[in-house]
């Protein structure tokens, strides 16, 4: 439970940076804005259209009879909608990334040297790191369609389906958003996807501590202009904690 609440505790401290420097929040919080008025227009068409949808995915089911025919497509419109809202809870983490990417950079080496942790990184020019970033928030993005489809269909299940679905959303979704937001250092570094994922496996109490509340607050809408920066800043600190200081040719470490 300690690195649980060490996670939680790095999320604190990304809050506590970006708190109080409203110039830093104002840039990291515009980004966010425009990723939430995006993915929230798109998820509230999905529900608007909904019932036309459901209905043309379960055409199977106009033969039977009105109880049956409307139980039935009331579960696949709200498994439908929960499997969006978590694609769109995902997805707006790496849409903002994307989007906010030069602001966010800003605001993690602020920290950094605030910290006085190392900024150096494999001397990749902006647009290589560029095409880094687009590369890796894809590559998320389809790993966060696949799980939506998988908790979509575990959402069918008798009974216990709705509620597994939850659980196992937020967990994977915790996941995913901790591999966000540690990436800024990861690919300044040269590090690809795959090394952030052999990293964070070695640190799971860690990243659910700082995954999970992240992941959460990032579902309110309002929060997620404040929960966005303060993560950036918390996935730096949680970046340098899991990879550690870099080693320099001479043989000593740089801090």
């Given at each position: 439970?300690?690195?649980?609440?060490?996670?939680v505790?790095?999320?604190?401290?990304?809050?506590g940076?970006?708190?109080?420097?409203?110039?830093?929040?104002?840039?990291?919080?515009?980004?966010?804005l425009?990723?939430?008025?995006?993915?929230?227009?798109g998820?509230?068409?999905?529900i608007?259209?909904?019932?036309?949808?459901?209905?043309?995915?379960?055409?199977?089911?106009?033969?039977?009879?009105?109880?049956?025919?409307?139980?039935?497509r009331?579960l696949?419109?709200v498994a439908l909608?929960?499997?969006?809202?978590?694609?769109?809870?995902?997805?707006?983490?790496?849409?903002t990334l994307?989007?906010?990417?030069?602001?966010?950079?800003?605001?993690?080496?602020?920290?950094?040297?605030?910290?006085?942790l190392?900024?150096?990184g494999?001397?990749?020019?902006?647009?290589?790191q560029?095409?880094r970033?687009?590369r890796?928030?894809?590559?998320?993005v389809g790993v966060a369609?696949v799980?939506a489809?998988?908790?979509?269909?575990?959402?069918f299940?008798p009974v216990v389906?709705?509620?597994?679905?939850?659980?196992?959303?937020?967990?994977?979704?915790?996941w995913?958003?901790?591999l966000e937001?540690?990436g800024l250092?990861?690919?300044?570094?040269?590090?690809?996807?795959a090394?952030?994922?052999?990293?964070?496996r070695?640190?799971?109490?860690?990243?659910f501590?700082?995954?999970?509340?992240t992941?959460l607050?990032c579902?309110?809408?309002i929060a997620q202009l404040?929960?966005?920066?303060?993560?950036v800043v918390?996935?730096?600190?949680l970046?340098?904690r899991?990879l550690?200081?870099?080693p320099?040719?001479?043989?000593?470490?740089?801090?």
């Amino acid at each position: 439970m300690s690195s649980f609440f060490a996670g939680v505790r790095t999320l604190g401290t990304g809050f506590g940076i970006i708190l109080r420097r409203p110039k830093l929040l104002f840039l990291g919080a515009l980004p966010a804005l425009i990723s939430a008025v995006l993915l929230l227009g798109g998820l509230g068409a999905l529900i608007y259209f909904s019932p036309d949808l459901v209905t043309w995915m379960t055409p199977f089911a106009d033969g039977w009879g009105d109880a049956a025919r409307q139980a039935l497509r009331i579960l696949v419109g709200v498994a439908l909608v929960a499997a969006a809202g978590l694609l769109a809870s995902v997805s707006f983490i790496a849409v903002t990334l994307l989007i906010g990417g030069p602001f966010y950079e800003h605001i993690a080496e602020q920290a950094e040297q605030r910290l006085g942790l190392d900024t150096s990184g494999d001397g990749a020019g902006f647009t290589r790191q560029l095409g880094r970033g687009l590369r890796d928030s894809l590559k998320l993005v389809g790993v966060a369609l696949v799980g939506a489809i998988v908790l979509f269909a575990i959402g069918f299940i008798p009974v216990v389906g709705q509620i597994a679905a939850l659980v196992l959303g937020a967990l994977f979704g915790s996941w995913l958003v901790t591999l966000e937001m540690v990436g800024l250092v990861f690919q300044r570094r040269g590090l690809r996807l795959a090394d952030r994922r052999r990293a964070l496996r070695r640190h799971r109490a860690v990243v659910f501590g700082f995954g999970l509340p992240t992941y959460l607050l990032c579902l309110v809408p309002i929060a997620q202009l404040v929960v966005i920066p303060a993560a950036v800043v918390g996935g730096t600190l949680l970046a340098h904690r899991v990879l550690g200081p870099v080693p320099r040719q001479d043989g000593v470490t740089q801090r």
